[in-house]
């Protein structure tokens, strides 16, 4: 498997802001996934995308995987404080986390 | 157990102790991953067992490192001669395989390791 590459790898935004964070991979993904850590925590399963051109929400996050799933991001709409953490994308089926972007969220 | 347990949460040894870090997955899993991460860094994959199958070692950094998997429940990743490098959070994840559904993987509390 190959690891899927993920930018920008530190974002710092204020409250209420917008912020999203991208994943891509060189060859065709069946699946991915995303994960969420919070400071100090372990990784939280967020959601599972599998279908081209996908799109999933999850009250202010909306997940998309790309037509041709080589790529996927997440968008958060109007950051609040409690969206800090590094989330992470990861192919399903070899599981090789990269470095993830780092949220932080000023008051 | 209702997760995924890990034992023990905080470890520190001397340089060149032999560790023993311990996870319990949920039962039925049969997808048992282990990682490491060191302070602000990403997940460095370790090893990987599926079921009854030869596990994934290709993400061991070297030959200190081993991981069991007893009856395809319990695993033990042990460290030999530690060094200080090997300092870091030390994480379990656990995961089914069925059709039509997510296979999310359920990660443990890890094992805080530091090596003085």
């Known amino acids: 498997g190959q690891q899927v590459m993920q930018i920008p790898q530190y974002q710092h935004v204020q409250e209420g802001e917008d912020f999203t964070t991208y994943c891509n991979s060189s060859?065709?993904?069946?699946?991915i996934q995303w994960y969420k850590q919070r400071p100090g925590g372990h990784p939280v399963f967020l959601i599972q995308l599998v279908k081209s051109g996908e799109v999933k929400k999850q009250k202010r996050l909306t997940f998309q995987f790309g037509e041709a799933k080589k790529n996927s991001s997440l968008h958060i709409t109007a950051t609040q404080t409690t969206d800090v953490g590094t989330y992470f994308c990861?192919?399903?089926?070899?599981?090789?986390f990269g470095a993830g972007t780092r949220l932080t969220v000023k008051p | 157990g209702a997760g995924v347990s890990q034992s023990p949460s905080n470890k520190v040894t001397e340089k060149g102790k032999d560790v023993e870090l311990r996870c319990d997955p949920i039962s039925g899993h049969t997808a048992l991953y282990w990682y490491r991460q060191s302070l602000g860094q990403g997940l460095e994959f370790l090893i990987y067992f599926q079921g009854n199958s030869a596990p994934d070692k290709s993400g061991l950094p070297s030959d200190r490192f081993s991981a069991e998997r007893t009856g395809g429940s319990v695993s033990t990743l042990t460290i030999q001669r530690t060094q200080q490098e090997d300092s870091a959070v030390y994480l379990c994840?656990?995961?089914?395989?069925?059709?039509?559904?997510?296979?999310?993987?359920?990660f443990g509390q890890g094992t805080r390791l530091t090596v003085v």
């Open positions: 994840a656990s995961s089914t395989r069925r059709t039509g559904g997510p296979t999310e993987a359920f």
């Open positions: 990861v192919n399903n089926n070899d599981m090789r």
């Open positions: 060859t065709t993904l069946s699946n």
